[in-house]
């Protein structure tokens, strides 16, 4: 199994910034995406920015909505995955979840895990 626990959601003005992290633990063998979710109420749930591993380098990419607002990173050592928000609006209010996508061990297997959420609210 692979967990996720995710932290940094919360209230925040217009124009404000969060960070959230997420990070993954269990059976890991290795991992190939690390990516943030958001669902607003009555939206679906979409696609906020990805992190992939290509080897040496991460490739990141973003939804539109976002592009020049968010940043992803991630930390390899701690299988932790940063969303720094800067420039929040009301919009970006919603749920955002981890999602972490790899190997397991033992044996070896995919996975596609999630989190369990944590509530942004942008306050305008």
């Known amino acids: 199994q692979v967990q996720l626990v995710e932290s940094g959601g919360g209230l925040v003005q217009a124009g404000g910034s969060l960070r959230l992290s997420c990070a993954a633990s269990g059976s890991i063998f290795s991992i190939s995406a690390m990516g943030w979710y958001r669902q607003a109420p009555g939206k679906q749930r979409e696609l906020v920015a990805r992190?992939?591993?290509?080897?040496?380098?991460?490739?990141?990419n973003y939804a539109d909505s976002v592009k020049g607002r968010f940043t992803i990173s991630r930390d390899n050592a701690k299988n932790t995955v940063y969303l720094e928000m800067n420039s929040l609006k009301p919009e970006d209010t919603a749920v955002y979840y981890c999602?972490?996508?790899?190997?397991?061990?033992?044996?070896?297997?995919?996975?596609?895990?999630w989190g369990q959420g944590t509530q942004v609210t942008v306050s305008s």
């Open positions: 992190i992939t591993n290509g080897g040496n380098t991460n490739y990141a």
């Open positions: 999602n972490v996508r790899g190997t397991m061990n033992y044996p070896l297997r995919g996975y596609d895990s």
